[in-house]
């Protein structure tokens, strides 16, 4: 590390500087010198700058006031994040498993992927704290409990893929995850009830822009091609695509593992947080970050797809 990136990193750190993510992480290590030790001083920070408790949110729902809406929004919520462990210990042992085979071929992609595996242990806490204020509430609301059988089920790990690949399906989840609670944020009353799924959403955009930083510090490498990003989110996009969520006619059928969202419930309510559209969007917004190519519609992420592959 460069004496200056020193200075400013340590200056960060005890000026009480805002924690943020590192946006541009590939010239941070290659051209400002940063080490992973300031990365991880960053994702530190940042991790514990966003820290809040389960048990204080919990204790602000007024249970009696909640809807049957209510109460089927926070059970299938609790089912999407039983998923995210396996995910994140995935990730993990992705990420070591290519800071590895990079290590002496390209030492700067090792030290992404190494940022990338030590993210994940933020990432796999925040998670925890997902997963079991929505799976409390709809055990404190009655709803039918999860069985250790289910439980171990929605553990199962998801099959490895390309490094970028899995960061923009990452990148895509958190996307997802983000605008169904935002959605229904809108349509929940109780003001307890409003700011966990107000927190978690924040939470999901957090982890998308993390997603989002190690695909392009990826890309920007020269080491990974853009085509594989437009690869994985022309498979959401296209029609009946993973996009379509639980309104898809045909779904999945993995035999690995869950993914909740294809299965959501609606116990009789007509209410389904997809919001297609803005999902569009924020993913051709994240693909303009990892890639720098600008996109504005599935049409176009589809034409650009096609026009890479022949690069
Ligand atoms: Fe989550
Ligand atoms: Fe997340």
Same mark, same amino acid.
């Given at each position: 590390m460069t004496a200056p990136a020193r200075t400013a990193a340590r200056d960060a750190g005890r000026t009480g500087a805002q924690p943020a993510i590192i946006t541009d992480l590939y010239a941070a290590l290659t051209e400002r010198g940063m080490s992973l030790v300031d990365v991880t001083w960053e994702q530190h920070r940042l991790h514990e700058s966003r820290r809040w408790s389960v048990v204080d949110m919990l204790s602000a729902v007024d249970l009696d006031s909640l809807t049957a809406r209510d109460r089927i929004l926070v059970w299938n919520a609790g089912r999407a994040e039983l998923t995210t462990k396996p995910g994140a210990d995935r990730l993990e042992r992705q990420a070591e498993a290519e800071c590895r085979r990079w290590g002496s071929v390209n030492p700067s992609v090792a030290a992404v992927m190494e940022a990338c595996g030590t993210w994940s242990r933020y990432w796999n806490e925040e998670e925890a704290h997902h997963e079991t204020v929505f799976i409390q509430l709809a055990q404190a609301t009655g709803m039918e409990p999860i069985s250790d059988e289910t439980f171990i089920q929605f553990r199962q790990v998801?099959?490895?893929?390309?490094?970028?690949?899995?960061?923009?399906?990452?990148?895509?989840? +958190?996307? #997802?995850?983000?605008?169904?609670?935002?959605?229904?944020?809108?349509?929940?009353?109780?003001?307890?009830?409003?700011?966990?799924?107000?927190?978690?959403?924040?939470?999901?955009?957090?982890?998308?822009?993390?997603?989002?930083?190690?695909?392009?510090?990826?890309?920007? /490498?020269?080491?990974?091609?853009?085509?594989?990003?437009?690869?994985?989110?022309?498979?959401?996009?296209?029609?009946?695509?993973?996009?379509?969520? /639980?309104?898809? =006619?045909?779904? =999945?059928?993995?035999?690995?593992?869950?993914?909740?969202?294809?299965?959501?419930?609606?116990?009789? /309510?007509?209410?389904?947080?997809?919001?297609?559209?803005?999902? +569009?969007?924020?993913?051709?917004?994240? %693909?303009?970050?990892? #890639?720098?190519?600008?996109?504005? /519609?599935?049409?176009?992420? +589809?034409? #650009?797809?096609?026009?890479? %592959?022949?690069?």
């Open positions: 998801f099959p490895d893929d390309d490094m970028l690949r899995t960061l923009v399906l990452l990148a895509i989840s +958190e996307i #997802t995850a983000a605008v169904n609670y935002g959605q229904c944020q809108h349509v929940v009353e109780d003001a307890g009830l409003r700011r966990i799924f107000k927190q978690v959403a924040a939470d999901e955009i957090q982890h998308r822009n993390y997603f989002v930083s190690f695909a392009k510090a990826l890309v920007d /490498s020269g080491e990974y091609h853009p085509k594989d990003a437009f690869a994985v989110a022309h498979l959401f996009l296209r029609e009946d695509g993973e996009l379509q969520g /639980s309104t898809r =006619e045909q779904r =999945e059928n993995r035999g690995t593992h869950v993914n909740w969202w294809d299965h959501l419930e609606t116990g009789g /309510s007509d209410f389904r947080p997809e919001a297609i559209e803005k999902k +569009e969007q924020l993913i051709c917004g994240a %693909l303009k970050k990892i #890639t720098g190519i600008a996109v504005g /519609s599935r049409d176009e992420v +589809e034409d #650009t797809w096609m026009d890479l %592959l022949d690069t």
